[in-house]
Nanobody
Framework: QVQLVESGGGLVQAGDSLRLSCAAS????????MGWFRQAPGKEREFVTAINRSGQSTYYADSVKGRFTISRDNAKNTLYLQMNSLKPEDTAVYYC???????????????WGKGTLVTVSS
C-alpha cells in the first residue's frame, strides 16, 4: 500500500506562484511513476502533469505547459509541483497520484492522495 499526503495549497492572487508537495510512504518511491491531477468545482478530475520513475521524463497538459513544473526527489520520497503565473481557472483541488507506469490517465492511477485546495483569485 502507498500513502500520499499533499501539502502547500492555499489562496493566492492571479499571477502568483505556489509549490505543492506530496510525501509518499509505504513503498519504494523510486519504483513509482507519479503525477498530479486536479478537480475544479463541478468538473471532472483531469490530468495536469506526470513524471517517470527516474524523473528524467515529464508530461504536461496543454493548459499548464510553460507555467507548471513537476519534479521529484527520490531520496526524500517527495513529489513537487511548482506552479507559476497562476490563473483563476487553475482553482481546483490538486491530487497526487502514483502508479507502476506513466500516470497520465485516471485509469493508470493506483494510488491517490486526499488532495490540497488551490484557490486563485482574480
Amino acid at each position: 500500500q502507498v500513502q500520499l499526503v499533499e501539502s502547500g495549497g492555499g489562496l493566492v492572487q492571479a499571477g502568483d506562484s505556489l509549490r505543492l508537495s506530496c510525501a509518499a510512504s509505504g513503498r519504494t518511491f523510486s519504483s513509482l511513476a507519479m503525477g498530479w491531477f486536479r478537480q475544479a468545482p463541478g468538473k471532472e478530475r483531469e490530468f495536469v502533469t506526470a513524471i517517470n520513475r527516474s524523473g528524467q521524463s515529464t508530461y504536461y497538459a496543454d493548459s499548464v505547459k510553460g507555467r507548471f513544473t513537476i519534479s521529484r526527489d527520490n531520496a526524500k520520497n517527495t513529489l513537487y509541483l511548482q506552479m507559476n503565473s497562476l490563473k483563476p481557472e487553475d482553482t481546483a483541488v490538486y491530487y497526487c497520484a502514483a502508479g507502476p507506469s506513466a500516470v497520465s490517465r485516471l485509469s493508470t492511477v493506483n494510488y491517490w492522495g486526499k488532495g490540497t485546495l488551490v484557490t486563485v483569485s482574480s
